[in-house]
């Protein structure tokens, strides 16, 4: 595991060098929250990050539903039994392995790593502006339906899940990158994918932090110049 910061944020990288799978601890005054949970062996390095910084993890917060966000959840719900649980109500579904559409939903194919078999039932079903500490929620579908994003209020750095990917060159959920091609293949709906990096530009985060590849700084230009070759 691979640890980096930057203000009050905290990228923990599992297979860097290999498939690079973040989660990231948010740090506030006396606690932190987690956002997505990696792979199924990674909850003893989570917590043993979390021991590093000093502060507990209480609250549990999820983007969306693919195994590779929720893969520790079980284990961590169970070492952190009184930490809240958070997903959008409409990857609570998935996180179920319900793959059917709603009424109001293009129909195109649920894909990517659904859950099998996950125990824990989220605590709290997350919608637009919700806040979790200095985070708000924000909803990002595209690569699920019920994707979503977080934005700290405090830096207006913003950790988006896989509405981008990072690895082998700046993508938008859906947009193939030969070098890292699996966040497209696993992604549920292209243009709903694309209207979601359009809201996530109007936000003007100073900082995208991802599923897949390293943290940017500053990356107004690359998610707009993304955007442009639509």
Known sequence: MKITKNNYLY???FLPNVFPVNCFLVEEE???TLIDTALSFSAP???EAANRIGKKITNIVLTHAHGDHVGSLDQLKAMLPDAIVSISRRDSKILKGDTSLEANEPNTPIRGGIPKNIQTSPDRLLQEGDTIGSLV???APGHTPGSMAFLDQRTNAI???DAFSLRGGFAISGQLRILFPFPSMATWNKEVAINSAKKISHLKPTLLAVGHGTM???P???IELAI???
């Open 137 to 139: 929620a924000v909803e």
């Open 228 to 230: 442009k070759k639509q």
């Open 220 to 222: 107004q230009e690359a």
């Open 216 to 218: 940017l700084p500053n």
């Open 159 to 161: 950790i988006a899940g």
């Open 30 to 32: 006396n606690e932190l």
């Open 45 to 47: 390095k989570i917590i």
């Open 11 to 13: 990228e923990l990288s």
